[in-house]
């Protein structure tokens, strides 16, 4: 019998946008449940991962993630397929699924987040409050002008979440537009709707959907 997880863990729905947020920490037989509906590649990329907690971690990641997808598509988790795009973006192929439900997923730290829209182009990002000491120069060199002076303006204790805060912004816009690592991301923001969150305490996130 295919396990039920919980699968409500909504951090807010609007406008058919939906954010949800995991915790990833579980104990093994949990994770063994979730990864049985792991297709081949995903079991290959979890064994690639040297830590046992990172593969826990990816494994618990991608089983929810087929979870929540197969009870909006009614479908069975282990039968959703990807399509992945040029530059690493998965998403779901429109003619199987008879439904335009377009997805986006992030993970940090023991926190998955998965967005879903519907017929919209949707990004999320979320980043566990650690302290990153090379924040300064990514900011100078990552943040367009306008946005690092506000930054640099920013109290010294305020700076490290503000840099996160305007990182998974960063992010959630590329993983929108399917963008990859160091691809210059040229948008425009009167297109965009970008939406801050926390999706547990002490994590910060941004989701962007196309207007
Ligand atoms: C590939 C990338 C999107 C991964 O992001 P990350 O923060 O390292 O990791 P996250 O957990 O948040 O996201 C990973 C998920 O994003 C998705 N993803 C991967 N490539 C993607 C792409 N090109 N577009 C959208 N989503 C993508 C996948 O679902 C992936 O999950 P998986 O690895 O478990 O399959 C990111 O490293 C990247 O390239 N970002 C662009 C960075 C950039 O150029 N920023 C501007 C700096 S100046």
New binding site residues.
Partial sequence: MTPVFETDGLVFKTDGLEVLAFMLDMDQDAVDDLGLCLNDEERR?ALRLKLGRDRRR?VA??GHLRHVLAARLGLRPSDIEFEI?R????RLPRRKCGADLRF?????ADVAVIALANDRDV????EAILPVPEADE?AA??LPASEHASYAAQEPERRPTDFLERWTR??AV??????????P?VWDERNWTATGFVPKPGYVGTVVVRN
Avoid: N, W, Y
């Avoid at 530059?87 to 998965?90: V, Y």
């Avoid at 590329?174 to 691809?183: H, I, N, T």
């Fill in positions: 990329r990816f990641t991608h795009g530059l690493g973006k998965p986006s997923l992030s993970r940090s990004g999320v990002d979320i990514i060199l990552c960063l992010e590329s993983k929108a537009m399917g963008c990859g690592l160091g691809q991301i």
